[in-house]
Structure formats: C-alpha cells, structure tokens
C-alpha cells in the first residue's frame, strides 16, 4: 500500500481537521484556535508545538520555562511562527519563567491546551497541576520514571474530566507505514507471534555548556545523562520500541532479565549506555531488545521485527516495512530504501517512515479536543513506562525481575535539589 492510499482510508487519523462538527463542540467554536500553553522550551517542546502550529488549529498563546533564556529563544521563535501565519505575538502577560511556572501557567484562563515537555521527572508533577487547572493535555513520555509517579500518575487519570483530552507523546503509533502494519498484524497476518527482536543504537548526545552553572543546572541542562532526570536511557528514549512492543502484542512483559551497563561514556551522569534485555510477554512470547547510546561514528538504527507461525513483519524507523509470508504485504513507498539508513534527531522530528508521525498525532488529538471523543492516554502511557522500569531494574539488580517485584520494590528516585534556587 502506498501512503497516498491509505491517507484516503484512515480519514479519522489523517485529517481530523476534516472532522470537526459544526457549532460548539467541548466548548471549541468548530474552525477557532486551541490555545496552547507549552511547558519546556527546549528542543522537542519547541519542534512539536511548531508542528501544532503549522498542521492543526492549534495556537501557541503562552509558554513556560525555567530558565529565562530558554524562554526568550522560545518566545522569539513562537512570535515568528505566529507571524508566519498571520496570528498575534505573544501576550507577555502569558511568558512565565522559574520553578513556580508550571503552576501559573497550569492557571491561566486564556490557555486550553499543555503541551508538557520538560524533562522526566517533571512530568507527573506537571501533568498533576495542567490536569487539576481544567487543560487539555499533551505530554510527552515517560509517564514517570519510577513506581511512585507511576502510581501518582494512574490517580491523576482517574481525575481526568470526561470533556478533558489526554495524550501521550508516542507519536511512532500516528506514523502511517506503522499505523498500516499494526493494522494487519492485529488482525492476525503472522498468525501466532512466538517472538520479538528489537532494538535502539544512537548516537551519542551532545553535552550542552553553560559556562558559570551551577552542579544544579549543569544536571538539569544535561537531564539527558542523569537517571533521575531521565529515568535512564530504556525508559527515557527506548521506550517508543517497548511501546511498539506492548502495543502490537497487546499485552506488557510478566518479566525481565537484562545486562548492560556504562562501559564507554566517560562524560557527567551516571545513564547506561548500553542494555540488553530479554522480556517475557504472556503466552510464553520473547522479545530480545537492545540498545546503546554513544558514539559519534553516525550509526542510527531502531525497530522491531516479529515473527509469527505464518509470517514475520519489519518495522524499522527507516528501511522496508513488510511482512513476508502467507500474507506478504508492503508499505510501498519504503521499500527503496536500506534498513538502518535513517538519520537521527534529537528532537524526535525524524524522517522516513516516522515522516508524518507527529503531524498525525496531532491531529488527530486536536480533534479528539474539538469534536471528541476525549483521549485519556495516561494508563497506557504509565504501562509502558513501567515496562522500561521492569528492564532497568532487572539490570540495576542484576537479577530477574518480575512485574510484582517492580510493584513491590522498584527504585524510587527524588531529585536531591531546590527548584526555588532558579526563582
Ligand atoms: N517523542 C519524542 O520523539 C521525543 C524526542 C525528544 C525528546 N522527547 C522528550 O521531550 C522532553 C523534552 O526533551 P528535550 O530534548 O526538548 O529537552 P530540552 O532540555 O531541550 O528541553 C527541556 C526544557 O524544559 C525546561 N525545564 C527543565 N526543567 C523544568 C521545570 N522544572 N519547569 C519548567 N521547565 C523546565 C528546560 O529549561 C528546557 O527548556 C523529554 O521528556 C524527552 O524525553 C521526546
């Protein structure tokens, strides 16, 4: 199946806008803005709110950041955006800044939407005070990084009013190669699945200076390095893969043996840099993931392939999405190009078969918001990261480690400093 095709059949993804009823809709007037107040003007926070902006009816009106440079550069690129599309600059009443900005923005009036896109281990906090303020919600994965917000996470669900939306940043579900090859697989295409391989290998990441920072600001400027930050490199960015995983399999591993450890950074942080984990998912199904992260050598390559009594199926992030087999099938427009090939980016703005994820995404969330039915993601989203936690601790242990055990003994992470200082 081409793209062009299968657009025209999943008009409920592709063109929400399309969908939108006339008249009052969640209080929407069909066709005005969803204000979106973004929370983290970093680099997926500014890339994904652009997207907003440019294939949704969504409008940036506020923003929110700790630090006040990153609130500038955001408020300089959203002016120009906006401007772009004939739409105002921001009110400076709504730009705020410090460890309180989450609060004010979570309750402003003249914001409909949070876009949460700091680091991990904010986001149950501020999914907690966005949800508590009425907002609409987007929120970037992890759901958590450890049990506790993992459960704190699943309370605050159960808040979640049934006219409030609720998405979770897994925009590789939205993207249309994959969203086609679930499809058939779900549908039983491979028959019965016996097991899954997996992986992630990254790149390094780049370490950002600032110089004059504090250990504070150093940590939560290189969040990415730190595992209370993060969550740790499996549940930070491998995750989208064990999300494909629970996802196509419809189900979430009982266990987890898993090797790795930090044998080549050398840089602040104490992240793995790499795992190798073996999952148990129910009816005795074995998925083998691995990852690494380090590197500046341009190696990127991430997917899964499953493989089924009647079929095996390919999902890369670049490279042929197929399956062979009694029902061959084929994504035709990937299938001129090499597994593997694809390029990386740090904000999750990738190409090839992720192409069109996020736009997708979020469309069909705006629409959610604008005619309904509402999401409310965050089971799903906490699942899956406790999923990556199961992984971790499994290798932090050095042991195998069951759903029970996470439940009964996973890590539980605090922060070890006072926001107040960067008041
Ligand atoms: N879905 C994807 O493909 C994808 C890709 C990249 C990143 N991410 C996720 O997006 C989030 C942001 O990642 P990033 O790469 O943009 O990081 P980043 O460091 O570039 O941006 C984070 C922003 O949050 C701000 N911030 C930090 N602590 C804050 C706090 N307590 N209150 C308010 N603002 C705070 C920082 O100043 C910064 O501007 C992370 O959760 C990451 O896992 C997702």
Redesign the pocket.
């Known amino acids: 199946m081409k793209r062009r095709e299968f657009l025209q059949t999943t008009a409920g993804a592709a063109s929400g806008m399309l969908l939108v009823k006339s008249g009052v809709a969640f209080g929407y007037q069909a066709n005005s803005a969803v204000r979106l107040g973004l929370?983290?003007?970093?680099?997926?926070?500014?890339?994904?709110a652009t997207s907003f902006s440019q294939n949704t009816t969504a409008q940036v009106v506020a923003l929110?950041?700790?630090?006040p440079d990153?609130l500038e550069a955001?408020r300089a690129h959203f002016n120009q955006v906006n401007a772009g599309l004939s739409r105002a600059a921001i009110d400076a009443k709504l730009l705020f800044h410090g460890?309180h900005?989450?609060e004010q923005l979570a309750a402003s009036p003249d914001v409909d939407l949070i876009q949460i896109?700091?680091?991990?281990f904010?986001?149950v906090q501020?999914l907690e005070a966005a949800v508590a303020g009425g907002k609409h919600v987007y929120c970037?994965?992890?759901v958590g990084i450890d049990v506790r917000q993992a459960r704190q996470a699943l309370e605050i669900a159960k808040r979640v009013r049934p006219t409030q939306s609720v998405d979770v940043?897994?925009?590789c579900r939205s993207a249309p190669p994959i969203a086609a090859i679930a499809e058939k697989i779900k549908a039983g295409a491979l028959g019965q699945i016996a097991s899954i391989t997996a992986h992630y290998f990254a790149p390094a990441s780049q370490e950002?200076v600032f110089p004059g920072a504090s250990p504070d600001e150093f940590r939560?400027?290189n969040?990415?390095w730190d595992r209370a930050l993060?969550g740790d490199i499996l549940v930070?960015?491998n995750i989208?893969i064990i999300d494909l995983c629970n996802w196509l399999l419809g189900a979430r591993p009982l266990k987890a043996t898993t090797t790795g450890g930090r044998n080549i950074l050398k840089h602040a942080g104490d992240c793995w840099d790499n795992y190798q984990v073996d999952f148990t998912y129910p009816g005795d199904v074995h998925v083998s993931f691995s990852s690494t992260q380090f590197g500046d050598y341009k190696i990127f390559d991430a997917g899964l392939r499953l493989f089924g009594a009647a079929g095996c199926a390919s999902v890369p992030y670049a490279g042929p999405v197929q399956i062979v087999g009694a029902q061959a099938w084929a994504w035709q427009d990937s299938m001129a190009t090499a597994a593997g090939s694809g390029k990386f980016a740090?904000?999750?703005g990738?190409e090839d078969n992720l192409a069109f994820a996020d736009r997708d995404k979020e469309r069909t969330f705006i629409d959610s918001i604008v005619s309904g039915p509402p999401h409310n993601q965050i089971a799903a989203g906490v699942e899956t990261a406790l999923s990556c936690m199961l992984g971790r601790m499994a290798g932090y242990q050095r042991r195998e480690t069951t759903w029970d055990d996470l439940l009964a003994h996973g890590e539980t992470y605090t922060l070890g400093m006072d926001?107040n200082q960067f008041a």
């Open positions: 929370l983290g003007c970093g680099s997926r926070g500014t890339h994904v929110a950041d700790l630090f990153q955001g460890p900005a989450f896109s700091t680091p991990p904010f986001h501020h970037e994965k992890p940043g897994f925009q950002k939560l400027r969040w990415l993060s930070e960015q989208h740090a904000n999750g990738f926001l």
